[in-house]
């Protein structure tokens, strides 16, 4: 199946400092990737959509100032957490669609664990 | 508001058992399906359903979608302890090119030797 490649897997940052998580695909081009947040033994919550060249779609609740999400290439989406705090502190996964049409399943990256000191 | 629930929240099963993981929606523009497993870190896929009466399997896994009823089944037979995980349901939905996965609270299983 599809690849897609998240970096890092984990990261320990001071609060008040940002944080860059990436996420490429690797054998295909991904006009959409999800970004998610998961807490300890919850689901994942979609915070954003990213669209390659345009602007990302924020879900309700979540701030686009302080989750930046930036999707130049069809391969790459970053999400930076700008002025950290540890309520900040998750798990992050990033996914990808093969974009092949009709009802294609999302690939997911290895998720990133930042925490927050 | 569209949503994604999955029961039971979590299981305790012995080796060799059966278990039936429910995932029912509500969502305004259906797509797919999606089954996932979730062990240590990013969930792994398991199927996509789209259509309604069609069995999918993999081995000991299989299931199942009612578009009628809103729901699907995912079916693990002979458990193995390898099976503990969290079993993640997604709903695939949207419309005009913008789509996006709903994600249920997952099912914990756990299979004791």
């Known amino acids: 199946g599809a690849v897609v490649s998240q970096h890092p897997s984990w990261v320990i940052c001071k609060s008040g400092t940002s944080v860059k998580i990436e996420c490429r695909s690797l054998d295909f081009q991904a006009t959409t990737m999800f970004w998610y947040r998961q807490f300890p033994k919850q689901s994942l919550m979609l915070m954003a959509t990213?669209?390659?060249?345009?602007?990302?779609?924020?879900e309700q609740g979540v701030e686009k100032d302080k989750f930046l999400i930036n999707h130049a290439s069809l391969t790459l989406s970053t999400l930076t957490v700008t002025s950290a705090h540890p309520e900040d502190s998750s798990f992050y996964i990033c996914?990808?669609?093969?974009?092949?049409?009709?009802?294609?399943?999302?690939?997911f990256g290895q998720g990133t664990r930042l925490t927050v000191v | 508001e569209d949503k994604v629930v999955q029961s039971p929240l979590s299981l305790v099963v012995h080796e060799g058992d059966t278990v039936t993981l429910n995932c029912s929606y509500e969502v305004t523009n259906f797509r797919s399906l999606l089954w996932y497993k979730q062990e240590k870190k990013a969930p792994t896929f398991l199927f996509m359903l789209?259509?309604?009466?069609i069995e999918k399997k993999s081995g000991r896994l299989s299931s199942i979608l009612d578009k009628k009823e809103l729901f699907s089944i995912l079916n693990i037979t002979a458990t193995q302890t390898g099976d503990s995980a969290v079993y993640l349901c997604a709903v695939e939905e949207g419309t005009s090119g913008t789509y996006k996965y709903i994600f249920g609270t997952g099912t914990r299983l756990k299979v004791l030797a």
């Open positions: 990213s669209n390659e060249g345009s602007k990302a779609t924020y």
């Open positions: 996914s990808a669609r093969d974009w092949g049409g009709w009802a294609t399943e999302a690939f």
């Open positions: 789209t259509s309604s009466g």
